[in-house]
């Protein structure tokens, strides 16, 4: 498994498209729309990426994502559109995409990580240090919580 910073538009930032929708938009009758990657060239993205061969064939392929916007408030960043594929998950993929987000935010002088968590995904927040800083809010239709981490505690 690795964990790479790919440039906007790149092919792998394409695949990361790809699992964003089949992820986070389809099991709510939803495509990525034009709002969705409003401004992602000004954006950090991290794929997660398969190390697999066979056959001395390489097949490394993009399981998981997460973008950041660093400068989202002052010294404070934001993490959204965090997914990794179905097949690949409980192997430690969220875990290291979290990780190298946090360790490049805190390079850049952010002191703080903030983010809008579905219900369903607020005990994998917990588990990777974040806290819960609101009541429950709807987005998308779905019962949302803003969770946040400080970086320099
Ligand atoms: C949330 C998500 C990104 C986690 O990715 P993952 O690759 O499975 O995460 P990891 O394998 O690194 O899991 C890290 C730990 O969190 C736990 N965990 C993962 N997802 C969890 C969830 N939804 N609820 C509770 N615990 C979870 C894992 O069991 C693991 O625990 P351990 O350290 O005790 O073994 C993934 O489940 C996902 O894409 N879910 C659907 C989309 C989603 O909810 N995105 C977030 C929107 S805010």
Known sequence: MRIEIVPYNSIPYKHSLLIREEVLRKPLGMEITKGDVFDEDKHVHFVAIEEEYADGVNLNAVVGCVVLIPNYEPQTAKLRQMATLEQFRGKGYGKALVWQLEKYAKRKGMAKIVL????????????VGYQIRSEKFTEVGIDHFKMEKDLRA
Not at 116 to 127: G, I, M, Q, S, T
Request: aromatic letters at 24%.
């Open 116 to 127: 809008n968590a579905r219900h369903y995904a607020v005990d994998f927040y917990l588990k």
